[in-house]
């Protein structure tokens, strides 16, 4: 007996992180707003997207999280009025900006947008493994595994958010040059912590040799906990275990701190030129490599990815056949348009923010914890930052592009 209400799909949406539940979403609201209101769409992953732990500091902007979703009180664990610079020597800098952002429960958010899914007639499934896609005449046949049992599904189009390290798609000859999402992964550990002192409405970033190519952080969660934790750039040769790395980090800045549980993984850390739309398949989010290279955002660039390409979708389902291949190339030509661009920015000026002294983010970071926080200004950050170093600005800039 099968556990899918059908054999075929018009849509199949392959991973239900903030990509893949944004794609099947609004792709179901779409389909029940054309006249017949039949299409079929499916949305698979492997476990509940609500579910512990989400490999992620979940900070997001304010302004560009309403402009994609309704914000409600159930997601959000607090607000965020600005940023702690921190140098090496602890010197500290802030950027202050009232209610600038958002400290999500991402699990909370993510069951948000799945329980809307639902009420769009998006047919879903988080016990769901997808194992291969196979083109095909008419479309993709999905080899899924479901409760133990092995299926072959058809769709007509396949939308791709099966995240970082995104597999799914490697050796498909239609899809060469394409993104795979597997080529830009970087290490990153964090644990969940109490008893470190912390602003609720602040994050804390810290800079220097000590995180080489990356970054520390302290996010808050809900008054007690702290997310804590660092990412390092994947040519980073690192001798030792990482968690033992962030154990003696948090031993020796934050002593008698209590750490509850310590997760690892690596995470998506730029952005592809890449198509992200090619023979009837979309992808979206990590698997398509839109991604902060800087900061590593990438819950807002993952929702708003997954809308225009779901958007591109209909289109592409719409249409007779004469202009999918125009429709795939502009769904890359909106990303670039609304972020895209941005980021290759970002990516192309990475090599030099990692030549950064531990000495030059120290004497920023000193001048700037001089000055009283209501005149540590956007302005006067980049002043101070410039006559330290010049390229010091833009990887300031790039975490406050968020």
């Known amino acids: 007996m099968s556990n899918f209400s059908s054999k075929q799909y018009d849509v199949v949406v392959c991973g239900a992180g903030p990509a893949g539940l944004m794609a099947a979403c609004t792709l179901g609201r779409l389909v029940q707003k054309e006249t017949s209101g039949a299409r079929r769409v499916l949305l698979l992953d492997k476990k509940e997207?609500?579910?512990?732990?989400?490999?992620?500091?979940?900070?997001?902007?304010?302004?560009?999280?309403?402009?994609?979703?309704?914000?409600?009180?159930?997601?959000?664990?607090g607000n965020l009025s600005g940023i702690y610079f921190t140098s090496p020597k602890r010197y500290r800098a802030e950027f202050y900006s009232k209610d600038c952002g958002y400290q999500l429960n991402r699990s909370a958010l993510h069951k948000n947008i799945a329980d809307e899914c639902v009420k769009a007639g998006v047919e879903c499934h988080f016990d769901s493994v997808v194992k291969k896609?196979?083109?095909?005449e008419n479309g993709w046949n999905v080899v899924v595994s479901s409760k133990g049992v092995e299926e072959t599904l058809s769709s007509t189009l396949i939308i791709d958010c099966s995240g970082p390290g995104a597999k799914l798609t490697r050796g498909i000859p239609c899809l060469e040059g394409m993104e795979d999402g597997a080529t830009d992964l970087e290490p990153a550990v964090f644990a969940v912590a109490e008893g470190i002192p912390h602003s609720r409405e602040h994050i804390e970033l810290f800079f220097g040799s000590e995180?080489?190519?990356?970054?520390?952080?302290?996010?808050?969660?809900?008054?007690?906990?702290?997310?804590?934790?660092?990412?390092?750039g994947k040519d980073v040769r690192n001798e030792g275990s990482l968690r033992q790395k962030l154990l003696d980090f948090i031993a020796r800045d934050y002593p008698g701190s209590t750490v509850k549980a310590v997760y690892g993984g690596m995470i998506a850390c730029g952005q592809s030129h890449k198509p992200i739309a090619k023979c009837g398949l979309f992808k979206a989010g990590d698997s398509a490599s839109c991604v902060n290279p800087i900061s590593r955002s990438g819950i807002t660039e993952s929702l708003l990815c997954g809308k225009i390409v779901a958007e591109g979708a209909m289109e592409w389902l719409q249409d007779s056949g004469e202009n999918r291949e125009a429709i795939e190339a502009r769904a890359h030509q909106r990303w670039m348009q609304e972020m895209g661009k941005s980021?290759?920015?970002?990516?192309?000026?990475?090599?030099?923010?990692n030549k950064i002294t531990d000495e030059q983010f120290d004497k920023a970071a000193l001048r700037l914890s001089k000055l009283p926080k209501e005149k540590?200004?956007?302005?006067?950050?980049?002043?101070?930052?410039l006559w330290a170093s010049p390229s010091l600005v833009w990887k300031l800039r790039s975490f406050l592009h968020w």
């Open 49 to 77: 997207p609500w579910k512990e732990p989400i490999f992620c500091a979940e900070a997001v902007s304010s302004r560009r999280l309403k402009a994609l979703w309704p914000v409600d009180s159930s997601f959000v664990r």
């Open 133 to 136: 896609l196979d083109r095909t």
């Open 211 to 232: 995180f080489k190519d990356g970054y520390g952080w302290i996010f808050p969660r809900d008054g007690k906990e702290v997310n804590i934790g660092f990412v390092l």
């Open 343 to 353: 980021h290759m920015q970002i990516a192309r000026g990475k090599p030099g923010f």
């Open 376 to 385: 540590q200004t956007l302005f006067r950050i980049f002043f101070n930052v």
